[in-house]
């Protein structure tokens, strides 16, 4: 029961901090885009598509599968989150 409830506790605790996380990562890859866009097309197409997918599900509260895929994002842009 102890362990159920640290769960739960842990759960509200951290839900807004995620979703602090998303607008740091979205500012953060748009500063990328803006400085140093990547080369290839394909690769920016992607890039901008996950960004807007990630702001999509910020907007929704999906924060957790927000930060998952804007750092996806990051990552095709070789910057970590």
Do not use: Y
């Amino acid at each position: 029961m102890r362990r159920l409830f640290a769960f739960f506790a842990a759960a509200l605790i951290c839900t807004p901090l995620w979703a602090m996380h998303c607008p740091a990562d979205m500012a953060k890859i748009d500063e990328i885009l803006k400085t140093s866009p990547p080369s290839d097309p394909a690769t920016l197409a992607q890039v901008k598509k996950l960004r807007a997918e990630g702001e999509e599900l910020h907007k929704a509260g999906n924060h957790a599968q927000s930060v998952q895929v804007l750092g996806e994002a990051l990552n095709l842009l070789g910057a970590s989150n």
